[in-house]
């Protein structure tokens, strides 16, 4: 069989563009109507073992609330104000039926937002397969490591009454492979951007991204293999551009127009925690032995360091943060974090103290998924890119 044309940038960015429109999931529902044994698994953001979803034969949906497209009406009826804004979204998602093809949902140990999210999608969807996924805080594999093999299991067995059928250790071993292949894309994406910011924009990285949280992880794969070769091609002008990471964004996602006016200010986002799921996992995940361990041991000993994992002094997140800053040859950080995100929020201190000890500048500030002013993060982003780029020639 003869591939077609290869596509251009733009014609890939097209695609990933209305897939990030569609508040409907129309391709998901088009995927599993192809088979009436295909189930989709839908899923909160940060993290969850996709793998285990995929070994059943079923889709994994990233589900990341509304984005600043949809007017939530109902959902702010459910929770409170002073929260942050992506469970009323998600409920308003629900409510209008955008989800009402999904026969499951996971709702990962992130903060108390989510946790309660699970509860109430459980009384408004009861025929609906739920759980809410813990995760260990205790990383001593005798402690931590076998509870969370234990909740790998339990996870197991439920996606197996999804399914309709068993999920063996071999399903698990070839969708582990075909995970640690999509991971090793997705790190080469981020490492090229890092390398040619100026070829890689970060509004086509994100786009590029976020069509793997509704498509099939096979096609996405191939989608990054035909972004990388594409990119490779294009030729855009090299700009005296400030190079950043953005960080605190994990959850909650931003405003695509806030990463298009990071860029605008003069900065290059050479790294960033948008959708974590994706590079979650630091190395590939052992095909050899108990896959359920394995899994178990790479969430435990291979995976990056967020807040939205647990550890008391702050220490390990600073120096990941710091190792970030140095491998990237990043210029500043720029702390991007939703309004009233406990988890990023309590983090941040300890992460600007870490910086501040290595004397590298940063900035922060505070967003909505449809927050619609871009004006003034533009203008402080521009003014820190400013600031670095005339200390740094001083």
């Known amino acids: 069989m003869t591939k077609g044309p290869v596509e ?3 014609e890939i960015m097209d695609r990933c563009q209305s897939l990030f429109d569609d508040l409907d999931f129309t391709a998901v529902r ?48 459910y929770y409170q104000s002073y929260i942050c804004r ?18 499951g949902m996971l709702f990962p140990s992130i903060c108390d937002v989510i946790r309660n999210l699970s509860g109430m999608w459980k009384l408004m969807m009861p025929g609906v397969y739920v759980r809410y996924f813990d995760v260990p805080q205790n990383y001593r594999d005798e402690l931590g490591g076998e509870y969370y093999t234990n909740e790998l299991q339990e996870l197991r067995h439920g996606l197996e009454e999804v399914a309709g059928r068993k999920i063996s250790d071999d399903d698990i071993r070839r969708s582990i492979a075909v995970y640690n292949e999509n991971r090793r894309l997705v790190n080469e994406v981020y490492a090229f951007r890092a390398k040619t910011p100026w070829k890689v924009t970060s509004h086509e ?18 989608m990054m293999q035909d972004y990388l070769a594409a990119a490779a091609a ?9 190079r950043v990471i953005v960080q605190g964004s994990f959850c909650e996602q931003p405003p695509l127009n806030l990463i298009k006016s990071v860029e605008m200010s003069g900065c290059y986002i050479v790294d960033d925690d948008f959708m974590l799921v994706t590079r979650w996992l630091l190395d590939d995940v052992p095909l050899e032995g108990d896959p359920v361990v394995n899994l ?31 491998d990237r040859g990043a210029e500043g950080v720029i702390f991007a974090a939703p309004s009233f995100c406990d988890p990023a929020l309590l983090d941040r201190p300890m992460l600007a103290r870490a910086l501040s000890r290595e004397n590298i500048p940063y900035i922060a500030f505070k967003y909505a998924e449809n927050s619609g002013q871009m004006q003034p993060i533009r203008e402080q982003a521009g003014t820190f890119a400013d600031s670095i780029k005339l200390w740094s020639a001083a």
């Open 205 to 222: 990285v994100y786009l590029l991204m976020r069509a793997g949280m509704v498509l099939p992880v096979e096609e996405h794969s191939q």
């Open 30 to 77: 088009e995927w599993k109507a192809a088979s009436p044994e295909r189930k989709v698994i839908g899923y909160m953001p940060v993290y969850v073992p996709r793998e285990l979803i995929h070994a059943g034969g079923m889709l994994p949906l990233g589900v990341l609330g509304g984005g600043d497209s949809l007017e939530v009406i109902h959902g702010d009826a």
């Open 296 to 326: 178990s041991q790479a969430f435990l000993h291979h995976s990056t360091e967020t807040a939205a994992k647990y550890e008391p002094d702050g220490a390990r997140k600073g120096k990941y943060l710091i190792d970030a800053v140095r």
């Open 86 to 103: 992506i469970p009323r979204s998600t409920i308003e998602l629900a409510i209008t039926k955008r989800l009402d093809f999904v026969d």
């Open 234 to 242: 294009v030729d855009r002008p090299m700009r005296d551009n400030c």
């Open 8 to 10: 251009t940038t733009a």
